[in-house]
């Protein structure tokens, strides 16, 4: 079921669960929707992702999802959970994840917003580090995300830097070093993303080229075997294209 499904499409204003009620869709895919709500007796909205029951057959998908989130409660860019409702709709008990309520936007609209809808060197450098580092702290906790791309990662733009959010975890069982090289390899693919993909590759600096390494697996991770490689580099290479 997904959120075409009509069971799982909500009206604004409809209660949800004993404490909540619903604003707006905000996301939708093949595990369920995502609502923005409104906690009755505080006011304070949050973000409620209501699992379909196919993709969650006696609730086990949404409790691995809650309990991987619990897990990674102390990484800052993880996005925070809080704690999961049966909520009844249309005679069916389905389970929603309620976490907060992200600032900012997906990083891949973010990209689309840029002028040529690519970012300046010097902004994508800035904000792949803050991923980079959000994504070391994940690894070295124990932990990995399986999802990451440009529709999972929430921008949001703070001072002379910025805030990210890492949404839409995987939990595909224990945690192995390729699992890991995976989110490097996919990490390297939303920078090359950020800097305008394929059209720009060939006009950019040497040091942004030699982490995209022409995209090839193989040297990605043989410069970069672990998140904290990637992460030193970031904050350590020296520019010889600049002075
Ligand atoms: N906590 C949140 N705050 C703000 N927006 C969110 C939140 N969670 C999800 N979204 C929005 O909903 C979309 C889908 O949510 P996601 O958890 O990635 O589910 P899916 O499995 O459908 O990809 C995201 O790309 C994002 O735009
Ligand atoms: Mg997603």
């Given at each position: 079921m997904t959120a075409d499904d009509p069971a799982i499409q909500l009206q604004a204003g409809r209660k949800l669960g004993s404490?909540?009620?619903?604003?707006?869709?905000i996301g939708q895919g093949s595990e369920g929707a995502v609502y923005s709500v409104v906690d009755i007796s505080t006011?304070?909205?949050?973000?409620a992702k209501i699992f379909g029951t196919h993709?969650?057959?006696?609730?086990?998908?949404?409790?691995?999802?809650?309990?991987?989130?619990?897990?990674?409660?102390y990484c800052h860019?993880?996005?925070?959970?809080?704690?999961?409702?049966?909520v009844r709709i249309k005679g069916r008990s389905l389970t929603a994840l309620v976490s907060e309520l992200c600032e900012g936007v997906p990083l891949e609209k973010f990209i689309a917003q840029q002028p040529?809808?690519?970012?300046?060197?010097?902004?994508?450098?800035?904000?792949?580090?803050?991923?980079?580092?959000?994504l070391e702290e994940v690894h070295l906790s124990g932990e990995y995300h399986a999802d990451v791309h440009s529709q999972n990662i929430m921008v949001q733009p703070r001072g002379v830097g910025f805030?990210?959010?890492?949404?839409?975890?995987?939990?595909?069982?224990?945690?192995?070093?390729?699992k890991q090289q995976q989110d490097i390899l996919d990490a390297v693919r939303v920078f090359y993303e950020m800097l305008g993909g394929r059209r720009f590759y060939a006009r950019l600096p040497?040091?942004?080229?030699?982490i995209m390494a022409g995209l090839q697996t193989k040297h990605i991770l043989k410069r970069f075997p672990a998140m904290s490689d990637l992460s030193l580099y970031l904050s350590t290479f020296e520019w010889t294209s600049m002075t």
């Amino acid at each position: 079921m997904t959120a075409d499904d009509p069971a799982i499409q909500l009206q604004a204003g409809r209660k949800l669960g004993s404490r909540y009620r619903v604003e707006s869709l905000i996301g939708q895919g093949s595990e369920g929707a995502v609502y923005s709500v409104v906690d009755i007796s505080t006011g304070i909205r949050r973000a409620a992702k209501i699992f379909g029951t196919h993709a969650d057959r006696r609730g086990r998908l949404s409790t691995r999802h809650a309990q991987k989130l619990n897990r990674l409660r102390y990484c800052h860019i993880v996005l925070q959970y809080l704690h999961s409702e049966t909520v009844r709709i249309k005679g069916r008990s389905l389970t929603a994840l309620v976490s907060e309520l992200c600032e900012g936007v997906p990083l891949e609209k973010f990209i689309a917003q840029q002028p040529g809808k690519r970012m300046s060197t010097f902004m994508a450098l800035s904000l792949f580090q803050v991923l980079v580092e959000g994504l070391e702290e994940v690894h070295l906790s124990g932990e990995y995300h399986a999802d990451v791309h440009s529709q999972n990662i929430m921008v949001q733009p703070r001072g002379v830097g910025f805030e990210i959010k890492l949404i839409d975890f995987y939990e595909w069982g224990k945690t192995t070093k390729s699992k890991q090289q995976q989110d490097i390899l996919d990490a390297v693919r939303v920078f090359y993303e950020m800097l305008g993909g394929r059209r720009f590759y060939a006009r950019l600096p040497d040091e942004v080229k030699y982490i995209m390494a022409g995209l090839q697996t193989k040297h990605i991770l043989k410069r970069f075997p672990a998140m904290s490689d990637l992460s030193l580099y970031l904050s350590t290479f020296e520019w010889t294209s600049m002075t």
